[in-house]
Antibody
């Protein structure tokens, strides 16, 4: 069965960095777009970043551009999120999510069909 | 950016009743690109509906989605105890690639 397991969260001071990981199993990892979605305590969901199945294209929400970097290693079935220059407003549970990926004239990833359990990042001095 | 506004914020109903949750978009959204998720406390979101009206694997037919353009609806009939949760709608587009509604909480009356 599909399994996504995040790790790497923790308590970190403002301005510091972390690397989040998401280990995937149970499916052909290299055939799916992968994404990070976060949820601040008691708040809604916010898409953070995504990467194409082959790593060829990456996109970010404006608030993290220049600070966060998404990457993947298809040989290790692992997704990463390097988070730098952390701010208090980055405090959230970070979920790894698999995108339902449709290959056609263009690649479309319209929704997330599997989610990990999340890893909590707390930015505090 | 397409903003999704969900209503009501909180809906209080009893088991056996029908819940109707709304998701309104600030611009027209393709029905192919509108999804709904359920989230229970301490858990990750779970996909319920994609393409505005298609049920995800394992979702009972008591749960249905409808709508087009800027107005979408999630309907849950014959509410069961496990249905009481928070529901989010989501659209796929550009810049940002995905946006979510703020959520609707379905609570037991």
């Amino acid at each position: 069965q599909v399994r996504l397991v995040e790790s790497g969260g923790g308590v970190v001071q403002p301005g510091r960095s972390l690397r989040l990981s998401c280990a995937a199993s149970g499916f052909n990892f290299s055939s799916y777009g992968m994404h990070w979605v976060r949820q601040a305590p008691g708040k809604g969901l916010e898409w953070v970043a995504g990467v194409r199945h082959d790593g060829s294209n990456k996109d970010y929400v404006d608030s993290v551009k220049g600070r966060f970097t998404i990457s993947r290693d298809n040989s290790k079935n692992t997704l990463y999120l390097q988070v730098n220059s952390l701010r208090a407003e980055d405090t959230a549970v970070y979920y790894c999510a698999r995108a339902h990926t449709i290959f056609g004239v263009v690649i479309v990833e319209p929704f997330f069909d599997y989610w990990g359990q999340g890893t909590l990042v707390t930015v505090s001095s | 950016e397409i903003v999704l506004t969900q209503s009501p914020g909180t809906l209080s109903l009893s088991p056996g009743e029908t819940a109707t949750l709304s998701c309104r978009a600030s611009q027209s959204v393709s029905s192919y690109y509108l999804a709904w998720y359920q989230q229970k406390p301490g858990q990750a979101p779970r996909l319920l509906i994609y393409g505005a009206s298609s049920r995800a694997t394992g979702i009972p037919d008591r749960i249905s989605g409808s709508g087009s353009g800027t107005d979408f609806t999630l309907t849950i009939s014959r509410l069961e105890p496990e249905d009481f949760a928070v529901y989010f709608c989501q659209q796929y587009g550009r810049s940002p690639m995905y946006t979510f509604g703020q959520g609707s909480k379905l609570e037991i009356k």
